[in-house]
């Protein structure tokens, strides 16, 4: 499954890559985030919630930031594992792009999706996951524009 998209967030760059780069922020808007945690300065741990249907599981794993061009550019990789729901690996590039006062962030990511997840079918997942992103970027958004406290 790929997805590619462009988002315009409502800060400079520097603030955005701060907010890219802030566990805190990022858990508070990454849907059904649990945890997030840096491990390394280059390795987070992640619990998320997934619910598909009347199935529910925790999916644990790791983002590891690789290719790092601060504050332009970074590769994430992440691999989590979700009991009964199998498991599912990625990547995505990120690209921060000035635009005055605002950002132009850039992604294309790729995901591999196994067990469960992949028998309900690339269709289900992907619009589940335009959905899930599309509230991440509207909090992310907030968060970074100042719209939302980041305590």
Request: glycine share 10%.
């Amino acid at each position: 499954m790929d997805v590619t998209g462009e988002e315009r967030i409502k800060a400079p760059r520097d603030r955005v890559w701060a907010g890219l780069n802030d566990a805190a922020i990022l858990q508070r808007c990454i849907p059904h985030c649990k945890s997030l945690e840096w491990q390394t300065d280059r390795e987070l741990a992640a619990v998320i919630r997934i619910k598909l249907g009347p199935i529910a599981s925790n999916f644990s794993g790791t983002i590891t930031l690789s290719n790092v061009n601060a504050p332009a550019s970074y590769r994430l990789s992440a691999a989590g594992k979700g009991g009964i729901l199998g498991f599912a690996q990625g990547a995505a590039d990120v690209e921060l792009i000035e635009d005055g006062d605002e950002t132009i962030l850039r992604y294309v990511a790729a995901a591999e999706l196994g067990g469960r997840l992949a028998q309900l079918g690339a269709k289900l997942i992907g619009a589940a996951t335009q959905r899930l992103a599309a509230r991440f970027f509207s909090d992310f958004n907030d968060a970074v524009s100042g719209k939302i406290s980041n305590a």
